[in-house]
């Protein structure tokens, strides 16, 4: 079962889903970072992480609306990541070569960390996880 925004029961992190009509496009968004810039991972100085199986989950969650359970065998693709930290410069290339968009662009929501939300807006939120109060929801972020 779903746990509400606030309540005690469970951490509270399903209650401020983003709904169930999104679907990554991390393919689409390769695919046109090589053919707009012409360049390959090597050249972004990205490493190659190949492939496996793992075991992922657990067989006694503390919240096990969390959905980590049971403990099973996970089998992940291949994927190229970046060695460096990307610079923001970087992201916004690759944005605009992309059209990627950020999920806060998509939602018009994003986390925030409690110490930098305004007091003045941060009386207006009434919503929050349970398990980490200090990540607020804030509209147009």
């Not at 100085?45 to 403990?71: C, H, L, S, V, W």
């Not at 916004?92 to 059209?99: I, M, N, Y």
């Given at each position: 079962?779903?746990?509400?925004p606030?309540?005690t029961?469970?951490?509270?992190?399903?209650?401020?889903g983003?709904?169930d009509?999104?679907?990554?496009a991390?393919?689409?968004v390769?695919?046109?970072l090589?053919?707009?810039?012409g360049?390959?991972?090597?050249?972004?100085?990205?490493?190659?992480?190949?492939?496996?199986?793992?075991?992922?989950?657990?067989?006694?969650?503390t919240?096990?609306q969390?959905?980590?359970?049971?403990?099973?065998?996970?089998?992940?693709?291949?994927?190229?990541?970046?060695?460096?930290?990307?610079?923001?410069?970087?992201?916004?290339?690759?944005?605009?070569?992309?059209?990627?968009?950020?999920?806060s662009?998509?939602?018009n929501?994003?986390?925030?960390?409690?110490?930098?939300?305004?007091?003045?807006?941060?009386?207006?939120?009434?919503?929050?996880?349970?398990?980490v109060?200090?990540?607020?929801?804030?509209?147009?972020?």
């Amino acid at each position: 079962t779903e746990s509400s925004p606030g309540s005690t029961e469970g951490c509270g992190c399903s209650g401020l889903g983003r709904g169930d009509t999104v679907k990554e496009a991390a393919s689409v968004v390769t695919e046109n970072l090589q053919e707009s810039t012409g360049e390959s991972a090597a050249a972004h100085k990205m490493a190659f992480i190949e492939g496996g199986t793992f075991r992922m989950g657990n067989n006694k969650p503390t919240y096990p609306q969390d959905g980590e359970q049971p403990e099973r065998m996970v089998k992940v693709s291949s994927f190229y990541i970046d060695t460096y930290e990307v610079s923001n410069a970087q992201f916004k290339e690759f944005v605009d070569a992309t059209g990627f968009k950020t999920d806060s662009e998509k939602y018009n929501w994003s986390f925030v960390f409690e110490g930098l939300v305004p007091p003045e807006l941060n009386k207006k939120i009434t919503k929050s996880v349970a398990a980490v109060p200090w990540w607020l929801p804030v509209n147009g972020a």
